[in-house]
């Protein structure tokens, strides 16, 4: 199962980190939410494979240390999300589903 695509409308806003907001819940370090609105990324499903890091034309993408995070220790956080081309890359590329791109 891959990130939720109503995640913009049903889940609550927790923050802002670099610019893009992130959706909750949020209890650090185990539980990190949605990150971005343009391009999500399901930090909790997101396991640091780094296939959308590659493959992302525009360079939406900057890891991003998560330690103590069951799923993987670092995430894919994208910090240019206003950048993005709408190509879907990233979206084929993950290998579990954890991005959703939705243009604003
Ligand atoms: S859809 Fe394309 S341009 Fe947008 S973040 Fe993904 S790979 Fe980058």
């Keep these: 199962m891959g990130i939720d ?6 889940r609550p806003v927790a923050g802002d980190h670099e610019g893009h907001k992130v959706y909750g819940p949020v209890e650090n370090p185990k539980i990190l939410g949605i990150h971005g609105s343009i391009v999500g990324v399901d930090f909790d499903l ?4 780094g296939s959308c890091i590659n493959a992302c034309p525009v360079n939406v993408f900057q890891w991003l240390d998560t330690p103590g995070h069951p799923a993987s220790e670092k995430k894919a956080d994208p910090v240019n999300e206003q950048a993005c081309i709408f190509c879907m890359a990233c979206v084929n590329v993950c290998p579990v589903a954890a991005i959703d791109v939705k243009p604003p």
């Design 5 to 10: 695509p109503s995640y913009r409308t049903s």
């Design 46 to 49: 997101c396991i640091a494979d």
